[in-house]
């Protein structure tokens, strides 16, 4: 292979944890980020009109108030545009109104929840990135020729900007054709009942499964089949990574298609928002 084929041509990244796990990541192009952008502003902006009019209407009836009105609006105003950001990437993970509508996130750039540091000085720093003028030149000139189509925000925080698995893919199932998942997902006892703890972690393995090296995956697999092994008797030489397949397969996708299972049953249900991309693995 060349060089030139190797480089990266699309906007999906690959990460490496201290563990030694892959992880691969798709970045958040500027169109979408500025989407996100504007929801938020017309947001921000809603909420300095709303608040202006309540102190209007307040005044009108408390006349003692119409001194301070004005400063009220003007600490309204600078709290609310240069922490509404920051405080809501802290408190949701990377995410504010506009970003959780547009399906993106805000991640370290090891792949990293931000801690709230990074969460209020990146918007902090948003004021240079719309320079000159508020037209966001300098934010379009480094998001344009970054790698990780990172802002001088970002680059300064250390942060990236990815984007998240829509609904609609969110809430399928991952089905296999591998034989030897089949055969083993046809041994497991149909009265076994797992805690939603572990269909959440098993359903985020299955899902993850292709972004993890081949050779990790038997040794983070192993860590969720060894509390499962005290409820079924596996066979010892079959890989861990195997097993969980086999037990997705009969928790989630046989329980899927059993036509005499209650649709209001909460035995083995399916965690809402847990389901991996639908996909035909071997």
Excluded at 39 to 62: A, E, K, P, Q, R
Excluded at 87 to 114: H, S
């Amino acid at each position: 292979m060349n060089r030139q084929n190797s480089q990266q041509l699309d906007t999906f990244i690959r990460i490496v944890t201290p563990e030694n796990v892959s992880f691969n990541y798709q970045l958040a192009g500027p169109f979408i980020r500025v989407m996100a952008f504007l929801i938020d502003f017309v947001i921000i902006s809603t909420l300095i009109g709303l608040f202006g009019l309540f102190l209007m209407l307040g005044t009108s009836f408390f006349d003692s108030l119409s001194g301070y009105a004005l400063g009220i609006w003007l600490i309204f105003i600078f709290v609310i545009t240069w922490f509404y950001g920051g405080f809501l990437e802290t408190c949701w993970n990377g995410q504010t109104v506009g970003k959780k509508m547009m399906r993106i996130r805000v991640l370290t750039k090891d792949g990293q929840p931000i801690n709230s540091f990074q969460a209020v000085f990146r918007n902090i720093l948003r004021l240079a990135d719309l320079q000159p003028g508020l037209f966001g030149t300098v934010g379009i000139c480094f998001v344009a020729c970054t790698e990780r189509f990172q802002r001088f925000g970002d680059l300064i925080c250390g942060t990236i900007v990815i984007t998240e698995d829509t609904d609609a893919r969110r809430h399928e199932l991952v089905k296999f054709k591998h034989p030897e998942v089949i055969r083993l997902s046809e041994q497991i006892p149909k009265g076994m009942v797992l805690s939603p703890s572990t269909m959440k972690a098993l359903a985020l393995y299955v899902s993850r499964r292709r972004m993890i090296s081949p050779r990790r995956r038997d040794s983070i697999a192993a860590i969720l089949v060894q509390p499962l092994a005290e409820k079924v008797r596996f066979p010892r030489n079959v890989s861990p990574d195997i097993l969980l397949c086999a037990i997705y397969h009969a928790s989630f996708v046989a329980v899927s298609h059993a036509d005499t299972t209650p649709k209001n049953s909460e035995q083995n249900s399916v965690p809402q928002g847990f389901l991996p991309p639908i996909s035909i693995e071997d």
